[in-house]
């Protein structure tokens, strides 16, 4: 992967950025409700600089990546994988993102700019999602294939259609607070999200209690740029669910693409279509990655090599 330096060679604030985009996992209620709360601002920012996102762009893929990561915190082998896919009809027209066991997010949007003639007048991102559906895939160790469940959109927005993807797929009463905060130059200040989902025999009102606190926290994102910590967040505001934190880890925009890997790709291609590329160019040829938008080049030798 090629990742864009966001921190201009600040070393020391890049680490301190690094040490911030954490999950962190809790029990609540008697051990009748899980969550999770991530802090994701680097993850958000990188994700918007690879991908030569405007501020739209970056709060649609942004809630894919912070509801990816959130989602990750339940994978139990650090190679097992979940993927979040919205495809639909409206100018958003979808995103695909996936998170693994080791906290790394990559994901890319199904148009390059999501294009809307008065973009002022936008209040609600739901009336740019129009018709579609939302899939959740996952890639699980102990499984021989991958399972894949998927419900029709019907509110256009990612936490609302997520939390109905669980209990229409799975049955399982889930809540998502997904979040980001753009100061008055439209750079994203603080990101995150917060998970919570009901155990079996979970009591119903603890549940309906857990939901209205959730919805109460108007932005996360504002708290999180302010300065307050996902600890204190939860602490405060689940209070009398009494929550017990069990552990944290790293999330980070991490793709595994490589030049190698993309030589690999150059291989498999057809006979004709490498001759092709040698003799017309262009030169350096350059090959993207999709899920991370990294360039990778190749010059007219890399591709003789190659053919050869």
Not at 102 to 129: A, D, N
Not at 204 to 227: C, H, N, P, R, T
């Amino acid at each position: 992967m090629i990742k864009k330096d966001i921190f201009n060679k600040d070393v020391k604030g890049q680490f301190k950025a690094s040490a911030k985009d954490r999950v962190f996992r809790f029990m609540m209620a008697d051990q009748m409700i899980r969550g999770a709360i991530v802090h994701t601002t680097r993850m958000v920012n990188e994700m918007r600089a690879n991908h030569e996102l405007g501020p739209m762009e970056t709060l649609v893929l942004g809630q894919g990546y912070i509801a990816s990561s959130l989602l990750c915190s339940n994978l139990k082998d650090k190679n097992d994988r979940i993927s979040i896919n919205i495809q639909c009809s409206g100018p958003i027209k979808g995103f695909d993102v996936e998170s693994n066991g080791f906290g790394e997010i990559r994901g890319y949007l199904k148009t390059k700019q999501i294009h809307v003639k008065h973009p002022e007048k936008i209040k609600h991102l739901s009336t740019l999602y129009g018709a579609g559906f939302l899939t959740i895939t996952k890639y699980l160790k102990n499984m021989p294939a991958p399972y894949s469940g998927q419900v029709a959109l019907e509110h256009g927005s990612v936490a609302e259609d997520l939390a109905n993807y669980f209990l229409v797929s799975e049955q399982i009463p889930t809540g998502f607070n997904l979040s980001m905060f753009f100061d008055d130059k439209e750079t994203v200040k603080g990101a995150g999200g917060i998970f919570l989902q009901a155990l079996p025999g979970a009591n119903s009102s603890k549940v309906a209690e857990a939901e209205k606190m959730i919805q109460g926290i108007d932005s996360l994102g504002e708290l999180f740029a302010k300065g307050q910590t996902p600890e204190d967040i939860i602490q405060e505001k689940f209070l009398k669910l009494d929550p017990q934190f069990l552990n944290s880890s790293r999330v980070e925009f991490f793709c595994r693409c490589s030049k190698d890997r993309m030589i690999h790709y150059l291989k498999s291609l057809p006979v004709e279509e490498k001759k092709d590329m040698i003799e017309n160019g262009p030169f350096p040829l350059e090959v993207c990655c999709h899920h991370c938008n990294s360039a990778y080049l190749f010059s007219k030798d890399d591709l003789q090599a190659i053919e050869g």
